[in-house]
């Protein structure tokens, strides 16, 4: 077992890391930008190492600065968590030949799976199905516009290094995929310095239903059952729950199935997801691979009580996994609470928590880096809490969650709790009835005096 694990991350996540390390008897380093010197992992961990000034692109995402730290402090492992680094490549490869054990997948399968095109090309490969569409990266205009016509209306452009919906264009009619083609290269080569693109036929009332998989290093993965994402806003989830209220036992079975597959075929090691399209007839596509830790992750581990950062840093110690399927006794839902302003368009709202009251009680889990007086930087991700609750039924988790919203109190900067507490008395999402487009025409109601 490793003896110091240095967390290559920031917030909630490196916080995460940073608890499950300790129940283990595994001492951490925590790295940090000078905008982080006051945040919460950063006293929480054994070490900790500043690694550069606030950009990330100086920081938590300068890899020498990560390295060095490392070996500094003596590090045989590096957690990457979610975000920045986690699925680089690179990363990976060079913590491999510094003899540092990257805690995820290896460089070959990030590379794999990584690019949009190529994890397409996997999965044809390994017999798992796919969203109809180009055979690798799009060629001139008139070959875009030829293999629509094939493929057939709506399609959908997207940048194979894309990612948060940059480089993504639908497109319901011929006269308007040439300013779509040209848009979309020119934001994906802005964005990720790449404008390779892609097509895809566009789903219609499409869910983004995800399986939870864990692989080990002898080639054998198993499924912890979906988590359904389809409540998001410009492709960046809002709110996540399992099961889904759209699944089936035979849809579960044969989507967990597909899953496990695509894993084994590439002998994929640690934790990872397998994120599908599903139609309304409940045909489901593979749409990417996520090779690393999610955002979402607590509400598997709520059902099936099974921590899921631990089974990580078992299994890149060599430890083999258990391979049984599971399916969710219980009903787990996450709001994430940004630093947003619901009611301006969700502008991002840094500063002072000048007040913080966490909700709690039983069957009520928050996981969060922040606290009274804590300044919440502008250089990151906005996001600041993940407010989960389990029950047994998904009504129950639904009331919990609105009790738990109802109790927590921050003040000092705009949030996204207002929206969450609103999103829990839909009608549509009471009755389990939303797709990727609910966010198109929810509307947040203004506060009651």
């Given at each position: 077992?490793?003896?110091?694990?240095?967390?290559?991350?920031?917030?909630?996540?490196?916080?995460?890391?940073?608890r499950?390390?300790?129940?283990?008897g595994?001492?951490?380093?925590?790295?940090?930008?000078?905008?982080?010197?006051?945040?919460?992992?950063?006293?929480?961990?054994?070490?900790?190492?500043?690694?550069?000034?606030?950009?990330?692109?100086?920081?938590?995402?300068?890899?020498?600065?990560?390295?060095?730290?490392?070996?500094?402090?003596?590090?045989?492992a590096?957690?990457?968590?979610?975000?920045?680094?986690?699925?680089?490549?690179?990363?990976?490869?060079?913590?491999?030949?510094?003899?540092?054990?990257?805690?995820?997948?290896?460089a070959?399968?990030?590379?794999?799976?990584g690019?949009?095109?190529?994890?397409?090309?996997?999965?044809?490969?390994?017999?798992?199905?796919?969203?109809p569409?180009?055979?690798?990266?799009l060629?001139?205009?008139?070959?875009?516009?030829?293999?629509?016509?094939?493929?057939?209306?709506p399609?959908?452009?997207?940048?194979?290094?894309?990612?948060?919906?940059?480089?993504?264009?639908?497109?319901?009619?011929?006269?308007?995929?040439?300013?779509?083609?040209?848009?979309?290269?020119?934001?994906?080569?802005?964005?990720?310095?790449?404008?390779?693109?892609?097509?895809?036929?566009?789903?219609?009332?499409?869910?983004?239903?995800?399986?939870?998989?864990i692989?080990?290093?002898?080639?054998k993965?198993?499924?912890?059952?979906?988590?359904?994402?389809?409540?998001?806003?410009?492709h960046?989830?809002l709110?996540?729950?399992?099961?889904?209220?759209?699944?089936?036992?035979?849809?579960?079975?044969?989507?967990?199935?597909?899953?496990?597959?695509?894993?084994?075929?590439?002998?994929?090691?640690?934790?990872?997801?397998?994120?599908f399209?599903?139609?309304?007839h409940?045909?489901?596509?593979?749409?990417?691979?996520?090779?690393?830790?999610?955002?979402?992750?607590?509400?598997?581990?709520?059902?099936?009580?099974?921590?899921?950062?631990?089974?990580?840093?078992?299994?890149?110690?060599?430890?083999?996994i258990?391979?049984?399927?599971?399916?969710?006794?219980?009903?787990?839902?996450?709001?994430?609470?940004?630093?947003?302003?619901?009611?301006?368009d969700?502008r991002?709202?840094?500063?002072?928590?000048?007040?913080?009251?966490?909700?709690?009680?039983?069957?009520?889990?928050l996981?969060?880096?922040v606290?009274?007086?804590?300044?919440?930087?502008?250089?990151y991700d906005?996001?600041?809490?993940?407010?989960?609750?389990?029950?047994?039924?998904?009504?129950?988790?639904?009331?919990?969650?609105?009790?738990?919203?109802?109790?927590?109190?921050?003040?000092?900067?705009?949030?996204?709790?207002?929206?969450?507490?609103?999103?829990?008395?839909?009608?549509?999402?009471?009755?389990?009835?939303?797709?990727?487009?609910f966010?198109e025409?929810?509307?947040?109601?203004?506060?009651?005096?």
């Open positions: 077992m490793f003896k110091k694990i240095l967390i290559a991350n920031r917030g909630e996540i490196a916080l995460r890391v940073i499950t390390c300790r129940e283990m595994i001492k951490t380093v925590a790295v940090y930008s000078t905008a982080d010197a006051e945040s919460l992992h950063v006293r929480f961990a054994d070490e900790a190492v500043c690694i550069g000034p606030a950009p990330s692109k100086d920081s938590y995402l300068k890899i020498p600065n990560i390295i060095a730290a490392a070996e500094i402090t003596n590090a045989d590096i957690h990457p968590g979610y975000g920045f680094l986690s699925e680089n490549s690179r990363f990976s490869k060079i913590c491999e030949e510094h003899d540092i054990k990257f805690i995820g997948a290896s070959e399968q990030i590379d794999r799976m690019d949009k095109a190529t994890a397409k090309e996997t999965m044809i490969e390994a017999g798992v199905p796919v969203v569409g180009s055979e690798g990266l060629g001139s205009l008139e070959d875009t516009k030829k293999l629509a016509k094939e493929v057939g209306y399609v959908m452009l997207k940048a194979t290094a894309g990612g948060g919906g940059k480089g993504m264009r639908a497109v319901w009619k011929e006269e308007d995929i040439e300013k779509a083609f040209e848009s979309a290269k020119q934001e994906a080569a802005a964005a990720f310095g790449n404008d390779g693109m892609y097509m895809e036929k566009l789903i219609e009332e499409p869910r983004h239903i995800e399986i939870q998989i692989g080990d290093q002898y080639g993965a198993c499924h912890l059952s979906e988590r359904d994402c389809s409540i998001q806003r410009r960046q989830k709110t996540e729950e399992t099961p889904s209220p759209f699944m089936t036992d035979e849809l579960r079975d044969a989507m967990g199935e597909a899953a496990v597959k695509a894993a084994e075929y590439i002998k994929y090691e640690g934790a990872g997801t397998v994120e399209l599903v139609d309304k409940r045909n489901f596509y593979f749409m990417e691979m996520n090779t690393r830790i999610q955002v979402e992750h607590p509400i598997t581990e709520q059902v099936i009580d099974y921590d899921l950062i631990r089974e990580q840093i078992l299994v890149a110690a060599g430890v083999p258990s391979g049984k399927n599971y399916t969710p006794k219980l009903h787990s839902i996450e709001c994430r609470i940004n630093a947003e302003d619901p009611y301006n969700f991002p709202s840094p500063g002072r928590i000048t007040t913080l009251h966490a909700p709690g009680g039983h069957g009520v889990r996981d969060t880096h606290y009274g007086g804590y300044a919440i930087p502008p250089n906005s996001m600041i809490a993940k407010l989960i609750t389990t029950a047994q039924t998904r009504e129950e988790a639904i009331n919990k969650m609105k009790r738990a919203l109802d109790e927590f109190v921050i003040e000092g900067i705009k949030t996204t709790i207002p929206f969450h507490r609103q999103l829990m008395d839909d009608p549509d999402f009471i009755a389990g009835n939303y797709t990727t487009a966010m025409s929810f509307k947040i109601k203004p506060i009651e005096d």
